[in-house]
């Protein structure tokens, strides 16, 4: 864009745009097979890592079978009489199992070697839903049984009643209920079918329970960094719960968010986090931070939960949740050469805050007894500083200079707001379109609620037609030196308009202060 001759009074600009577009359906119905592309690609990489999951798993089954085989054996070494029962070729198979010495292949219950005691130790007691798939996202919330008071249902409205129908058929909220008392999860289940029928009839939410046989025996745990038995035992097994509702969802969907029983969520929360998620999803990110509190709202893409579930279980009595996510970024990215602040900077490139955080802890009473917590995201109440949009391909540039990395490439895929220093006369903005784009309306605004006076002002929006054949409207329109047409300003920090349809297909948009 260029800038006319005049006085600008901001020091600073805030700038979003929006634009739209005749073709505009076209180009979203390209982004949206865009979409399902990439949803089908992460749902093969998760299938591959399931086999790979259920590969290792069964290893260890029959090395499992292949110890009581040794033991076996063992026994009966003395007594010729005892293998005589089995026939030349059984005799000669079970000699070659026993001399055989085959690397052990570390898994699952390595770190839990109770599970193979019980078959069913990793399906759940308790499962309530249809059992929804190839959803875009799967949210999690763990809920216990509180001494004082439950939110849950209060949770769930929050999240569901802010879900628009489209967003409804694209994710499945699942309750875990972290306790292994049979009649009291049924209580649970029997509240949530009676306040959530339509939402369990749909697959919008499911509810399940571990078994019992799921959880080690929790009553003698080390006790670390000062904290006392009961609490101890209270984050190790909050651990484990994480690990089996993200095992269960890890095959559901694309995202998954990892949530609280006891928070709020913010308007407009699912588009949001799929919106930053999908601008992201180049990037090598691990975690996106909604919320600046504990482990509330906190998204991971499907296929690293594996990753995930395997680190927490390798230590899940060692530290609680948070810590140890915090040491999976350390091990990805840090030098052990290097100080502690590059060690920071090379985590906040896999851990990405979103601002405003978009869900409020409310919750009083904690899940561990006796525990009052007064957590509150300082960051819930802020405004949102820029809207999410989608507009067309194009090379943006100016002359303006930025200021603290919230650049013109960001603004225009949606990713944050566009601020440079003060503008002066001569100096532009300029969009130009990968291909000629037909355009009948724009908006563009300057300026947010935490500097309402850094606003455009004396700035001029002008275009330029691909074709400058059959045009009967030019003489309503100024023309600049390099052939571009005035066909708007800025008032009071907006310009806005509809774009003359004598002028068919454009190329750049400017703006020229």
């Not at 101890?232 to 651990?239: A, D, E, G, H, M």
Request: proline share 4%.
């Amino acid at each position: 864009m260029r800038l006319r001759n005049g006085t600008v009074a901001t020091a600073l600009i805030f700038f979003t745009s929006f634009l739209s577009l005749s073709w505009y359906t076209a180009w979203q119905n390209g982004k949206e097979k865009l979409i399902a592309y990439q949803r089908e690609f992460h749902a093969l990489k998760e299938r591959l890592r399931v086999a790979e999951h259920r590969t290792l798993q069964r290893s260890s089954e029959l090395n499992h079978i292949l110890e009581q085989f040794r033991r076996a054996i063992a026994e009966t070494n003395s007594s010729k009489d005892a293998l005589t029962n089995f026939s030349d070729e059984t005799q000669k198979l079970l000699k070659e199992l026993t001399n055989r010495k085959p690397l052990q292949v570390p898994n699952i219950y390595h770190h839990l070697p109770h599970l193979l005691n019980n078959e069913g130790s990793l399906q759940p007691a308790v499962q309530v839903g249809l059992g929804r798939t190839g959803v875009t996202m799967v949210m999690g919330i763990p809920t216990v049984k509180r001494k004082v008071k439950s939110y849950l249902s209060e949770t769930l409205r929050s999240l569901i009643d802010k879900l628009s129908p489209e967003e409804k058929l694209d994710c499945v909220i699942i309750v875990f209920v972290g306790e292994t008392d049979l009649d009291y999860v049924h209580s649970v289940v029997a509240g949530l079918e009676k306040e959530f029928s339509t939402e369990l009839n749909s697959g919008l939410l499911e509810v399940i329970s571990p078994p019992a046989a799921y959880y080690p025996d929790l009553n003698n745990l080390k006790e670390t960094f000062g904290d006392s038995k009961e609490r101890v035992r209270w984050r190790t097994k909050q651990n484990l719960d994480y690990s089996f509702l993200m095992m269960y969802a890890v095959s559901k969907g694309v995202y998954y968010v990892q949530l609280e029983d006891d928070i709020v969520a913010k308007p407009n929360y699912f588009a949001t986090m799929r919106n930053f998620a999908l601008q992201l999803s180049s990037e090598d990110w691990m975690i996106l931070e909604f919320s600046q509190l504990g482990f509330i709202g906190k998204m991971f893409q499907a296929p690293d939960l594996n990753l995930i579930v395997e680190f927490i279980f390798m230590f899940y009595k060692e530290k609680p949740i948070d810590w140890l996510l915090d040491h999976i970024l350390w091990v990805k990215v840090c030098n052990p050469e290097k100080d502690a602040k590059h060690c920071e900077r090379q985590k906040s490139s896999l851990r990405v805050r979103f601002r405003p955080s978009l869900f409020q802890h409310v919750g009083l009473h904690s899940s561990l007894a006796g525990k009052i917590q007064k957590l509150t995201d300082k960051d819930f109440l802020k405004p949102l500083l820029h809207k999410m949009h989608v507009n067309p391909p194009a090379e943006v540039s100016t002359s303006m200079k930025v200021y603290q990395g919230h650049t013109l490439e960001k603004t225009y895929l949606g990713e944050d707001f566009f601020w440079a220093i003060t503008p002066t006369s001569g100096d532009y903005i300029l969009f130009k379109f990968d291909r000629p784009v037909s355009i009948e309306r724009f908006l563009f605004r300057s300026g947010n609620q935490e500097h309402p006076g850094d606003k455009i002002e004396n700035t001029t929006v002008e275009i330029l037609p691909s074709l400058e054949s059959g045009l009967q409207t030019k003489e309503k329109y100024k023309r600049t030196e390099d052939r571009f047409y005035r066909i708007g300003h800025f008032e009071k920090g907006v310009a806005e308009g509809a774009v003359d349809p004598a002028f068919n297909l454009l190329l750049p948009f400017a703006f020229r202060f």
